[in-house]
């Protein structure tokens, strides 16, 4: 089955730093990877995503880059700010779900 | 925005006994997912619907059961609960199923087995 390993599993940043996740994914079936931030004791929030047939998306602050050859791809937070530290978790989607990578703990120094 | 609505937000339930986890999906979304979220643990997939049909199923242990009604809410029931059962349960929803499309989920049910 799918199973996606996400790196770091904690990182730590001084703000205005930027911050970069890698995650690998194992299925190529695989074509639609999503970021979700997660504060704890709330829910998964969607703050980016992207489809398999592009390699790269940005959002203000957030780009995620995908490299569908080497099953890769990336969450870069640039200008990091503390309000910014949570738990980021990667995904990969397979037909009717998602598998998650174990998450990165993410934490900006003021 | 309408979000998706899961009750109750805490429950907390002896071992042995049942619990029935409600979510309401998104106006207009079809499919409905269920996900367990253990204390630093990514959310584990259980079980989804698309369009009231069982479409996919993870790691649900047998004493868990799920369905999605004609409005599309889904219940979650677990039975014999046991105390590693006790996590957050998230529902989110999505529009088309089939994979590839946003999910969006609820603020979850945190169940506490004693």
């Known amino acids: 089955g799918e199973n996606v390993e996400q790196h770091p599993s904690t990182l730590s940043v001084q703000e205005g730093d930027s911050a970069v996740i890698k995650c690998t994914y194992s299925d190529s079936a695989s074509n639609y990877f999503p970021w979700y931030k997660q504060e704890l004791g709330k829910r998964p929030q969607l703050i980016i995503d992207i489809r398999s047939n592009v390699g790269e998306k940005k959002d203000q602050r957030i780009a995620v880059t995908l490299n569908k050859t080497a099953k890769h791809f990336s969450l870069h937070i640039t200008e990091t700010q503390p309000e910014d530290s949570a738990v980021y978790f990667c995904a990969a989607s397979l037909p009717d779900k998602l598998i998650f990578g174990t998450g990165t703990r993410l934490q900006v120094f003021p | 925005a309408a979000g998706v609505i899961q009750s109750p937000r805490h429950l907390i339930k002896e071992k042995r006994e049942t619990a029935t986890l409600k979510c309401y999906p998104i106006p207009r979304h079809d499919t409905v997912y269920w996900y367990q979220q253990g204390p630093g643990q990514d959310p584990q997939f259980l079980i989804s619907f698309y369009e009231k049909m069982q479409s996919d199923k993870g790691s649900i242990p047998d004493r868990f059961s799920a369905q999605q009604f004609s409005d599309y809410h889904s219940e979650l029931n677990m039975s014999s609960l046991e105390l590693g059962d006790s996590a957050l349960y998230f529902c989110?929803?999505?529009?088309?199923?089939?994979?590839?499309?946003?999910?969006?989920f609820g603020p979850g049910t945190r169940l506490t087995v004693t």
């Open positions: 989110a929803s999505s529009v088309q199923g089939r994979g590839g499309y946003e999910q969006y």
